[in-house]
């Protein structure tokens, strides 16, 4: 999914994710050369879990850990949505519109 939005006219850096069995999974790939997305994904979640990457293409991935047993799965995925996006803006140093 990743790669298929960076090829879309005007697009620079992406970041998708999403949650398999009890890990948030992210991929992020950019264009940007003012960007190293492997050292944005490891500064936004290796703390969390893992990341890191290469310059161009990186990934993530965060145990969900006791949020595993949430019922609710779409107020699940509003929170980790929210989350993601805030510590992936913040490495960026971009801040949310």
């Not at 960007?35 to 969390?48: D, H, Q, T």
């Not at 006791?66 to 996006?85: G, R, Y």
Request: no cysteine; aromatic share 6%.
């Amino acid at each position: 999914a990743a790669d298929f939005l960076l090829r879309l006219e005007g697009i620079t850096t992406v970041l998708v994710f999403g949650i398999v069995d009890d890990k948030i999974e992210i991929s992020a790939r950019t264009r940007d050369v003012r960007v190293n997305i492997g050292v944005i994904m490891k500064e936004a979640f290796g703390e969390l879990g893992s990341g890191g990457g290469h310059a161009r293409a990186g990934g993530a991935r965060i145990p969900l850990g006791i949020f595993k047993l949430a019922k609710d799965k779409n107020s699940l995925l509003k929170l980790v949505e929210e989350a993601v996006t805030e510590r992936f803006l913040e490495a960026l140093k971009v801040k949310e519109g």
